[in-house]
C-alpha cells in the first residue's frame, strides 16, 4: 500500500512538474521580436560550418521564444527585423494584430567575439523591452555580460553564447 501510495504521489508531482503557469492577470501571451544590429559572423571551424547558416537575429528570437515557453508564457508568433528593433507603436500594433497580452522585443547590440577561441568567452550586449497593445512599455532594459563556456562548441560557435545572454534577459521580464 505504500509503494503504491509513494508512486501515485511521484507521478502526479512529475505530471505537476511541467510548464509553470503564469499568475492570473499576469502577462502571459506574447509575441516575440529579434532584431540585430550585429552582421552575421564569419564561421569559425568545422562545428560550425556544420550547424548552418542561422543570423544572428534568428537565433535571439528562436532562444527568446523557447526561454519564454519555459518561464510559462505562450508564444503566439515569432517576427524577425532586419535592423533597429520596431518602435513602441509598431510592437503594440503587432500585439493587437495578435490579439496578444505583449510583445517582447529583443535587439542584439553587440557581439564581441574576439576572446571566443582562445578563451571561450564572449561579449554580448542585448536590449529587451515588453510592449502591451496600448502601447505601454511593460519592461525594458539592458544587459550586457560576457560568456563564457567551456565546451568545444562554444569555442567555435557564437550561438551558444547569444543563447546565454537571452535566457538571463528573459529571466529579468516580469
Not at 83 to 110: I, K, M, N, W
Request: charged fraction near 25%; include cysteine.
Amino acid at each position: 500500500m505504500r509503494t503504491f501510495l509513494l508512486v501515485t504521489v511521484v507521478m502526479f508531482a512529475a505530471a505537476c512538474a511541467g510548464t509553470p503557469k503564469r499568475p492570473e492577470g499576469a502577462v502571459s501571451r506574447v509575441v516575440v521580436v529579434g532584431a540585430s544590429v550585429v552582421a552575421q559572423p564569419a564561421p569559425r571551424g568545422l562545428v560550425s560550418n556544420a550547424f548552418g547558416d542561422d543570423s544572428p537575429r534568428e537565433v535571439v528570437a528562436r532562444e527568446g521564444a523557447e526561454a519564454l515557453r519555459s518561464r510559462g508564457y505562450q508564444v503566439l508568433g515569432v517576427e524577425l527585423t532586419a535592423g533597429p528593433a520596431p518602435s513602441v507603436e509598431q510592437a503594440a500594433e503587432l500585439a493587437r494584430q495578435y490579439r496578444a497580452d505583449a510583445v517582447v522585443v529583443l535587439l542584439l547590440t553587440r557581439l564581441d567575439l574576439s576572446a571566443l577561441q582562445p578563451l571561450g568567452q564572449a561579449e554580448v550586449e542585448l536590449e529587451s523591452m515588453m510592449v502591451g497593445p496600448d502601447g505601454r512599455v511593460l519592461s525594458s532594459g539592458e544587459r550586457r555580460s560576457t560568456t563564457t563556456e567551456n565546451l568545444y562548441r562554444a569555442r567555435t560557435d557564437w550561438r551558444s553564447h547569444v543563447r546565454r545572454a537571452v535566457i538571463q534577459a528573459v529571466r529579468e521580464l516580469p
